[in-house]
């Protein structure tokens, strides 16, 4: 299991590597659960990384038109954005969901590998249910499946999918070789309770901040600290024990 850490600047980035965070992903917090970042800053995030570590890339809300990366003219993507190696979308809102993300995904480099996105609270979202998303991921060779909670309010994603339901879409994804990640606003205490189910990624903003607001820059502390968390032989009992 790797930290992922979501980061908005170059300098956040660093702070992020140096705590020893396995991915770092780009997005704006200030424009939702998978808010863009902008491609200068994606770029300059790229740049800080040089490639000690995989980037990923919020894209935004299908259903908001998301983001198609700029190319270099031959159907690649430009330097430095052609070392992304995730992108993601949302389905807030998203009615042919399937279709949308099908497209979507012809708009990626084959070495950019695409990101379905799941919200727990897919019912206030007005998005598909992780389950049948799960489904769809699993059924194409896509890059990774990710769940998430799409309001920050200060509710988890143990707030709304219970752990066997998690259990039994991380079975899935593995039986069907697709990484799966966990987020939603993730703290200690529910990382103590998701790790037995040892998804591939553990996905945080907030728990990294400073004072553990999400809105604050990343705290090389605070991430050394959640990474020593989930390497704790001790964290590895059975669920719910």
Known sequence: MNLLVSVRSAEEAIAALAGGAGLIDVKEP?????????????????????????????????????????????GGLRPPLASLTFAKWGLAGCRDWPDELARAATLLP?????????????????????????????????????????????????????????REMIAHCRAAGIPIALAGSLGIEQLRELRPLQPDWFAVRGAACRAGQRTQPIDEGRVRRLVDLLSDPLMAATPGS
Request: aromatic residues 8%.
């Open 30 to 74: 200030n424009n939702g659960a998978l808010g863009f970042a902008g491609e200068e800053v994606i770029e300059a995030v790229l740049r800080a990384v040089d490639g000690w570590r995989p980037v990923s890339a919020a894209l935004g809300e299908l259903a908001s038109g998301g983001r198609k990366l700029p190319d270099d003219g031959s």
């Open 110 to 166: 084959i070495d950019c590998r695409p990101v379905a996105v799941a919200y727990a609270d897919w019912q206030r979202a007005q998005a598909p249910p992780p389950a049948d998303v799960c489904g769809f991921v699993c059924s194409r060779p896509w890059g990774a499946f990710l769940i998430d909670t799409w309001g920050k309010d200060g509710s988890t994603l143990l707030d709304w999918l219970a752990l066997e339901a998690l």
